[in-house]
């Protein structure tokens, strides 16, 4: 009986909102996903100029995040490790995907530590490319990337977004968490409906939660735990908050949701523009179920203001809607 009242409630409220905007009505952005160019007078040039001139890559250019400029404006990045090829082809995607050019670069974790230091960062996030052609898909490169940082940057916290680590979970987890990431964050990406169809038949939307859940047993430290959302995929708002329920069952701390943008022709096609109502109202979900932040909204990704994501998790602030 409670749980039908919860629904009717969810319903109810959801009534007072504005809704989705069918893209079939509505094909170009709407005003809530417009963004500004990059400033002269910001920090945009010299992130370009230091990531590119370290040979590193970042997941705010390879996925086209639309927060580029606001990000790397104040001076941050989330640094992609691994290369730029990912063995996986996930639909939504835009990181280049097929077969890996050679093993990853073992000067890659020290040339990504000094470019976080010249940058002044005290919240590292990386994340990388699926890499199953390696024995550990990559889990020992993580492990080197988080201890170059440590290294390099006392009291530096580093959140790491992960791959699945196919078929070598448990080891790859034991490897990644023998360094002490402050954040574990695996994206659950969509519903459990779509999972199938937009992530292929290599990943699984149980195994993603049991990752999640995995990480936190195995760490021997307070390790808080993240998961990411898309929406506009074709998912209903209930399917949403099925899924956050998901992803709190299995002990996640913090949660994003975002808009999907169709990166190109060949992609997914977006199926809704999500209005920002909506994106509040799955915020007031996630209070409702216990998440210590929840980052929710249009232009929100994985890795935006992470170190807000975190903070707001750590200290109970509680969840925020951009």
């Not at 909102?17 to 170009?28: F, G, I, N, W």
């Not at 890659?108 to 010249?118: K, S």
């Not at 199938?196 to 195994?207: F, N, T, V």
Request: aromatic share 6%; proline share 6%.
């Amino acid at each position: 009986m409670a749980a039908n009242t919860r629904a009717e409630r969810r319903h109810l409220d959801l009534k007072a909102v504005e809704t989705s905007l069918p893209v079939a009505e509505r094909p170009r952005r709407p005003e809530w996903m417009k963004v500004r160019a990059p400033s002269a007078d910001s920090k945009y040039f010299d992130v370009k100029k230091l990531i590119h001139g370290a040979s590193l890559h970042t997941i705010c250019e390879e996925a086209r995040c639309p927060n580029i400029a606001e990000c790397w404006g104040r001076g941050t990045a989330t640094f992609q490790i691994l290369g730029d090829t990912c063995t996986r082809a996930c639909r939504y995607c835009y990181v280049h995907s097929g077969k890996p050019d050679g093993p990853p670069d073992p000067l890659e974790p020290l040339r990504l530590a000094n470019a976080a230091a010249q940058m002044g960062l005290k919240h590292v996030v990386v994340t990388s490319v699926d890499r199953d052609d390696l024995p550990d898909r990559g889990a020992a490169h993580y492990a080197a990337t988080i201890r170059a940082l440590k290294q390099k940057l006392p009291g530096v916290s580093v959140e790491v977004l992960t791959p699945d680590f196919l078929d070598v979970e448990e080891n790859a987890l034991q490897t990644v968490l023998a360094e002490l990431p402050d954040v574990f964050n695996h994206n659950i990406e969509t519903v459990r409906r779509l999972h199938p169809q937009m992530r292929g038949a290599k990943a699984s939307y149980d195994k993603a939660l049991w990752l999640l859940t995995r990480a936190k047993e195995l760490a021997d430290y307070p390790l808080l735990t993240k998961s990411g959302i898309i929406v506009g995929l074709g998912e209903t708002n209930d399917e949403v908050v099925d899924t956050m329920r998901d992803l709190r069952a299995h002990g996640v701390d913090v949660v994003t949701i975002g808009q999907y943008l169709q990166p190109s022709a060949k992609h997914a096609k977006i199926d809704r523009w999500v209005h920002p109502d909506e994106f509040r109202w799955f915020r007031e979900q996630g209070e409702e179920l216990g998440f210590g932040s929840v980052f929710s909204g249009p232009l929100v990704r994985s890795s935006y203001r992470a170190d807000e994501q975190r903070h707001a998790a750590a200290t109970g602030r509680g969840a925020v809607a951009y």
